[in-house]
């Protein structure tokens, strides 16, 4: 399937339903904050006036709990498709492709409902038993076994949790399910899973993608709480009767299996290849590039999920970046988006507060679950500006660390596309990134960008690859090589205050 990619100016990501070449796919996001729909055509351009969204929340506490009713999301995504396709008309679609939030974790009765709230990939509820289960094994073989490693937002911590916390729970489980295996099954009477979702849960063996005996035996969980594993081309029709077969548009559409977020938006920005690094800024955030499978050695702050038979992706994920740009934007005396730019353009002072972006914990690279965030170095000179500078050096610089290993495990890209939220609305963020990095950044210019992967891989099944698409680029964001060094020195000073608050956890 080729990319290019065109300036923002002359591409038009949307299309009439009457000039859209087929096939069509409707793509579901189901995302950290809402629910969204929308249909695309073989060129990954949006139908006008074909999409929905239906907001939601993470119930969150302070003990580290971060989980989502499941069937409020089966009803989000039901009343978003709804919607959908009402706009859509008589036009029927040929696919239905659906991405999700990573790492989570249902268990289901044998009546196939709901036991727990989907417990998210932000949930640290588990690190009294993460460090029980870390004493007992190597981690570092396990890492390199199932390419990730032992965390909270991972299931073996989480089966380990619910065996102290609720006895009884898991004998009573029928199954364990992603929410987007639970949404799909819930509206199609099928159940599926894919390779890729099964990745992101730690379970899987890297080399085979089968499940890891090694990890399910660490925490007694059974082979068959699991759905069958699906590569990212296999498909099911909707079973007679359910909530799918009666939307009329979508009666004799193709439903794949659900593909975690992280896999769709490296396909949406276009970062399908060794030679794309794509770096996504939302509610979290990561930075991946998609390689041929291998079961080689993994960077410790890195994993590698195997997202198909052929491919994996490696990368490192943060737990919070829009999360908290918004949580700051909240607190703090707020400053105008010119200020920010000014605030954020500048460059780094030796001395200057440090911040630790760890508002629901850390995965990517350090992989201290309890990691809370905390401002430090703070001294009477220490204003606003000071405050709002710390804060997103503080996120560049946890770009940094990733960024850092994937050149270690040998990542070379001729281009770094950056997209998401954070993106769009606070795109003066953007120099400060590339500087601490090094790296000329790609701003990938649109919305429904992570949706758009999901459904352009729903193309690429159907077409067998016949197909390309086109992916609009705002204008370079250039990184300042003279500031380099003194990036490496704020490192320092953000790795100091990393061991500091880490060595001071419970337990550490």
Not at 292 to 300: K, L, N
Not at 303 to 321: K, T
Not at 341 to 365: C, I, K, M, N, Y
Request: negative net charge.
């Amino acid at each position: 399937m080729a990319v290019s990619f065109v300036p923002a100016s002359d591409h038009d990501p949307h299309v009439e339903a009457r000039r859209a070449q087929r096939p069509l796919v409707l793509a579901i996001d189901i995302g950290s904050t809402s629910v969204r729909t929308c249909v695309f055509d073989a060129r990954g351009r949006a139908l006008h006036g074909c999409a929905a969204e239906r907001r939601h929340d993470f119930a969150t506490d302070s003990h580290g709990a971060s989980v989502i009713d499941a069937d409020l999301v089966v009803d989000g995504c039901a009343a978003a498709i709804g919607e959908t396709l009402l706009a859509l008309g008589r036009t029927a679609v040929d696919a239905v492709a659906a991405d999700s939030f990573a790492s989570s974790f249902i268990c289901v009765d044998a009546a196939g409902d709901a036991l727990t709230p989907c417990l998210t990939y932000a949930d640290s509820r588990s690190w009294a038993q993460l460090d029980e289960l870390r004493a007992r094994v190597d981690e570092d073989e396990i890492h390199q076994l199932t390419g990730a490693r032992l965390h909270t937002s991972y299931h073996a911590p989480k089966f380990a949790w619910l065996r102290e916390e609720s006895p009884g729970l898991l004998d009573k489980t029928a199954a364990v399910e992603s929410i987007g295996t639970y949404v799909v099954r819930r509206l199609t009477g099928r159940r599926i899973e894919s390779i890729s979702s099964a990745a992101w849960s730690g379970l899987l063996d890297r080399r085979g993608a089968g499940y890891c005996d090694a990890v399910l035996g660490l925490v007694d969980a059974r082979p068959d709480w699991f759905a069958p594993l699906a590569d990212p081309t296999q498909r099911v029709a909707a079973a007679p009767g359910s909530a799918a077969s009666r939307w009329p548009q979508a009666a004799s559409a193709q439903w794949f299996a659900p593909v975690p977020d992280g896999l769709a938006s490296n396909w949406g920005v276009g970062a399908i290849g060794p030679s794309a690094l794509a770096l996504s800024a939302a509610t979290s955030g990561a930075m991946r590039v998609l390689v041929p499978s291998s079961d080689g050695p993994i960077p410790r702050g890195l994993w590698s999920y195997r997202v198909s038979h052929g491919d994996a992706l490696v990368g490192g994920a943060l737990n919070d970046v829009g999360r908290v740009l918004t949580w700051w934007g909240a607190l703090a005396v707020p400053l105008d988006t010119e200020d920010r730019r000014r605030v954020w353009s500048a460059p780094p002072v030796d001395g200057a507060p440090v911040f630790l972006p760890f508002l629901t914990g850390e995965r990517s690279t350090g992989w201290a679950g309890r990691a809370r965030a905390g401002l430090s170095s703070v001294t009477a000179a220490t204003g606003p500006r000071e405050a709002w500078r710390a804060v997103g050096e503080g996120l560049a610089l946890s770009y940094l660390r990733i960024h850092r290993q994937l050149v270690e495990a040998g990542a070379r890209p001729d281009i770094v596309l950056a997209s998401g939220g954070v993106v769009r609305h606070y795109p003066e963020i953007l120099p400060l990134v590339a500087d601490c990095l090094g790296v000329d950044l790609a701003p990938v210019v649109g919305e429904r960008i992570t949706m758009r992967g999901a459904a352009l891989m729903a193309v690429r099944a159907l077409l067998g690859g016949e197909a390309d698409y086109r992916v609009p680029v705002g204008e370079a964001v250039r990184t300042r090589g003279e500031l380099r060094g003194a990036y490496d020195s704020r490192l320092e000073a953000f790795e100091e205050a990393y061991r500091a608050a880490i060595g001071a956890l419970p337990g550490s």
